[in-house]
């Protein structure tokens, strides 16, 4: 059995990465996120497990990596932060029409354009509302503890081949460089040829011992009627997976008045204050979205069933708000409290927003 290990979230991802049968990380160094790569360069898998590490000329480079390893039916996964995944968007897109599992990991930082190399969650619309161009989404994991990094990486590429698309782990600049304790997974095998063969019957990877026929994978449909009906299944894939996995943690929310809402650091930060909230009296819950998309709102609005006031606490001015107001159906007032610009901010921060915003 694996012991704990004190180790950085990004460490954490990279260890999980080989140790869940990846075939291929592709990526390019960027802080936040940059131990990924140097973890896994320290670790030289392609001599345990055969994983192929490659750092890429650029971020647009290694997502049309993932386009062609994926598309053969391979684990493959890159990671990034915010500007890196900016000029990933054009890549997602097409995989995201090819229908190409994939993993992606973005470790936030503050915005926009280059910004700065302080943690930050302004990249949520971009990760939940498809940041490239038409009908699409991935599925986005929201890990809030170095332990959900290196949880979610197995979890990721299951859900990716699962429902063929590309899955992504949004953290940010905190949990990526902080340090816990963590339990890695077992090490288990790469698949086989023969495995990937049996698995993934879509996969461009040539033709088998079987003499299967060669399968073709684009994103470019000249028939509209055809595209129309791509973008009919794709769409049906996406109303299971909204029916089928979401996913949430609910702290104290069974008699909440009030609800504080956030992910990832934020999540962490609002658990302190929502607890000290209680030390003085006041029914404050935590509801912490662990899929960002799909959005829990089931949940969401289960856990608010019983609340006067909700407060979304974000490190950005404001987007995952949107999703909360309409799990909620704009029944309960949703007030809003963010930094920006990388300040993580304390909880006292977060109790002062609550007695501004909710208790008036």
């Not at 992606?104 to 990760?127: E, K, S």
């Not at 404050?284 to 979304?312: C, D, M, S, Y």
């Not at 999703?323 to 909880?347: M, N, Q, S, W």
Request: aromatic residues 8%; contains cysteine.
């Amino acid at each position: 059995m694996s012991e704990y290990v004190l180790m950085k979230g990004n460490e954490a991802i990279a260890h999980a990465a080989i140790r869940c049968g990846c075939d291929g990380y592709f990526g390019y160094p960027i802080t936040p996120q940059s131990e990924v790569l140097e973890t896994l360069s320290i670790e030289k898998p392609w001599e345990t497990t055969g994983m192929i590490v490659l750092q890429a000329e650029s971020e647009i480079a290694a997502i049309n990596m993932l386009y062609g390893g994926g598309g053969s039916g391979k684990r493959v996964m890159t990671s990034s932060s915010s500007p890196g995944i900016a000029l990933m968007q054009e890549g997602i897109s097409y995989m995201a029409a090819c229908e190409i599992p994939a993993l992606i990991v973005n470790v936030q930082r503050g915005g926009p354009g280059l910004g700065t190399i302080q943690p930050g969650q302004c990249d949520y619309y971009q990760a939940v509302y498809g940041g490239g161009n038409g009908d699409y989404n991935v599925i986005v994991l929201a890990p809030n503890s170095v332990q959900e990094m290196a949880d979610f990486v197995d979890k990721a590429f299951k859900l990716a081949f699962k429902y063929r698309m590309p899955t992504m782990i949004l953290s940010d600049g905190v949990i990526g460089q902080v340090m816990e304790r963590v339990k890695l997974p077992e090490q288990k095998p790469r698949r086989t040829e023969e495995e990937i063969y049996a698995e993934c019957p879509w996969a461009a990877n040539g033709i088998n011992l079987k003499k299967r026929k060669n399968n073709t994978l684009s994103s470019l449909e000249s028939d509209p009627l055809e595209m129309d009906k791509r973008n009919e299944a794709m769409h049906a894939k996406y109303e299971l997976i909204k029916e089928t996995e979401t996913q949430a943690e609910q702290i104290c929310c069974d008699d909440a008045e009030y609800l504080l809402v956030g992910y990832g650091c934020m999540s962490r930060i609002a658990e302190e204050a929502m607890h000290q909230l209680r030390q003085n009296g006041y029914k404050v819950g935590l509801f912490r979205p662990i899929t960002l998309w799909p959005f829990p709102q089931k949940e969401l609005n289960h856990a608010a069933q019983n609340a006067k006031k909700i407060l979304v606490c974000e490190m950005s001015t404001g987007q995952m708000i949107t999703d909360v107001e309409l799990a909620v159906k704009c029944k309960i007032p949703c007030e809003h409290f963010g930094r920006t610009g990388g300040v993580v901010p304390d909880p006292a921060e977060v109790i002062n927003a609550a007695h501004k915003k909710l208790f008036k």
